[in-house]
């Protein structure tokens, strides 16, 4: 079975610090992996993606995540967080069949 | 441009209304995908247009109806909803059939008296 786990339903930061979102997976098959943002009452934005290229993957506004397949990890880091990063984080499994599989969320909020 | 637009981007309807949901692309994406979204849970997939053909129905009930007119819209016709149906309906397009990335749009808050 395909499944994502998101290890922290919150994470709270004061802004300037890194941030860290854990996120495990497991797959039968080499796995595409994404990291989505989504603030209050909007859609989902697709922060990077992970398709079996290199394993550190850089995304947009200083957000980057690393495959590490003896962890089934792929953990998103960002080295100084801002205000406006406060936001839901999911991360997000293609099973390569048009499904993605989502993990429950992480609340990241970030204090001045 | 990677823009899904969804219009409206609110609505409240009645039990016994009929209302649509439209959902629109134009990055050429061959398959495109309606989500609920309940408050602090992930999406939920309900169904997937694959080349404008329905391809995936997640057993929604049939209150729920999909229409996929042209490659560049998809549309979700609303009847008889109960308040539970009261949700974020997201819309997501994507290269074609088992590309890796979804875009979404924004979503229509839904909310039935």
């Known amino acids: 079975a395909q499944s994502v786990t998101q290890l922290d339903s919150h994470v709270s930061v004061s802004e300037g610090t890194p941030v860290l979102l854990r996120c495990n997976y497991s797959s039968s098959y080499s796995p595409s992996l994404f990291w989505y943002v989504q603030h209050p009452n909007k859609g989902l934005q697709l922060l990077l993606k992970y398709t079996s290229a290199a394993t550190l993957v850089k995304g947009i506004n200083g957000f980057e995540a690393e495959f590490k397949k003896s962890e089934t990890s792929f953990h998103l880091t960002k080295p100084s967080a801002h205000m406006s990063d406060a936001a839901e984080y999911f991360c997000?499994?293609?099973?390569?069949?048009?499904?993605?599989?989502f993990g429950t969320g992480t609340r990241l909020l970030v204090s001045p | 441009d990677t823009e899904v637009t969804q219009t409206p981007k609110h609505l409240v309807m009645g039990m016994t209304n009929k209302k649509s949901l439209k959902c629109e692309q134009h990055m050429g994406h061959r398959a495109m995908y309606w989500y609920k979204q309940k408050a602090k849970k992930p999406p939920e997939l309900m169904f997937v247009?694959?080349?404008?053909?329905?391809?995936i129905n997640e057993s929604v009930p049939s209150r729920f109806s999909p229409e996929c007119p042209n490659s560049s819209l998809l549309n979700l016709h609303l009847h008889a909803l109960q308040p539970e149906d009261s949700a974020l309906y997201l819309c997501?397009?994507?290269?074609?059939?088992?590309?890796?990335?979804?875009?979404f749009g924004p979503g229509t808050r839904l909310t039935v008296t």
């Open positions: 997000v499994l293609n099973t390569g069949f048009q499904k993605l599989v």
């Open positions: 247009y694959s080349y404008e053909k329905l391809s």
């Open positions: 997501a397009s994507s290269q074609g059939r088992n590309a890796y990335e979804q875009y």
